[in-house]
C-alpha cells in the first residue's frame, strides 16, 4: 500500500525555526510536495523535490533523500501567520496523482 | 490566482438525494481533479480527468462519479448521497510549470448530508 507519516503536531516559537518531517511509501514516486492550508482555507502549494537534495523559497527550504524514503519542510523565522496545518504530498504517476499525509498542524506562539 | 472557482460553496442535502458539485477553470488546464477531506484524513483523491471525457478513479471513488465535457468544467456526483459523504470537497488542477509538479486548489465545497 502507500502512506505518508508526518507528526500530528508540532508547537514552536515565533522567529525561531521548525522542521517537519515526512516519510513515505509508495510504488511510482514521482516526487514530494508541501502544501499549506489555513483554518476554512484551501491548500496552497509550497514546494516541490523530484531530486534529492535541498530547495529553498525565502524562508521554507524542503529536503529529499529517495533513498530513505523521507523529507522535511524547514520554516525559518517563524511568524504569527505560519499557524497553518502542512501537509506532504507524493506525487505518483506521470497524471500527477497526489497522496496526501493527514498534514501537521503549526501552532507559531508569541 | 489559479482561476478555480467551486459551486456551491455550501450544501446540506439529505440521504438519497443526487448531489453535483462543479468545478470551473478559466486556465484551460488538461488535469483536473477532486479530492474531499475529513479530519484525520488529510486529503483523499476521489476522482481525476486528463482531458474531455477522459477520467480515471482515486483512491476513494466508491458513490462518486465524475464527468467532463469541457475543458473548463469538472463535475462530481453523488448518485445518492450518504451521511459518510459529508465532507468538504475541493477540486484542483495542475499546474504547468516545467518539472515542478504542483497543483492548484480552489476554495472548496462544504458538504453535509443529514
Known amino acids: 500500500g502507500q502512506s505518508l507519516e508526518q507528526p500530528s503536531e508540532v508547537t514552536a516559537v515565533e522567529g525561531a525555526i521548525v522542521q517537519i518531517n515526512c516519510t513515505y511509501q509508495?510504488?511510482?514516486?514521482?516526487?514530494l510536495s508541501w502544501y499549506q492550508q489555513h483554518d476554512g482555507g484551501a491548500p496552497t502549494f509550497l514546494s516541490y523535490n523530484a531530486l534529492d537534495g535541498l530547495e529553498e523559497t525565502g524562508r521554507f527550504s524542503s529536503f529529499l533523500s529517495r533513498s530513505d524514503s523521507y523529507g522535511y519542510l524547514l520554516l525559518q523565522e517563524l511568524q504569527m501567520k505560519d499557524s497553518a496545518s502542512y501537509f506532504c504530498?507524493?506525487?505518483?504517476?506521470?497524471?500527477?496523482?497526489?497522496?496526501f499525509g493527514k498534514g501537521t498542524k503549526l501552532s507559531v506562539k508569541p | 490566482d489559479a482561476g478555480i472557482t467551486q459551486s456551491p460553496r455550501h450544501k446540506v442535502t439529505e440521504t438519497g438525494t443526487p448531489v453535483t458539485l462543479r468545478c470551473h477553470q478559466t486556465?484551460?488546464?488538461?488535469?483536473m481533479y477532486w479530492y474531499r477531506q475529513d479530519p484525520g484524513h488529510g486529503l483523499r483523491l476521489i476522482h481525476y480527468?486528463?482531458?474531455?471525457?477522459?477520467?480515471d478513479k482515486g483512491e476513494v471513488s466508491d458513490g462518486y462519479s465524475v464527468s467532463r465535457s469541457k475543458t473548463e468544467d469538472f463535475l462530481l456526483t453523488l448518485e445518492s448521497a450518504t451521511s459518510s459523504q459529508t465532507s468538504v470537497y475541493f477540486c484542483a488542477i495542475r499546474g504547468s510549470a516545467g518539472v515542478v509538479e504542483e497543483q492548484y486548489f480552489g476554495p472548496g465545497t462544504r458538504l453535509t448530508v443529514t
Open positions: 486556465e484551460n488546464h488538461r488535469y
Open positions: 509508495t510504488s511510482g514516486f514521482y516526487g
Open positions: 480527468s486528463y482531458g474531455v471525457k477522459d477520467t
Open positions: 504530498a507524493v506525487t505518483r504517476g506521470s497524471q500527477g496523482n497526489l497522496i
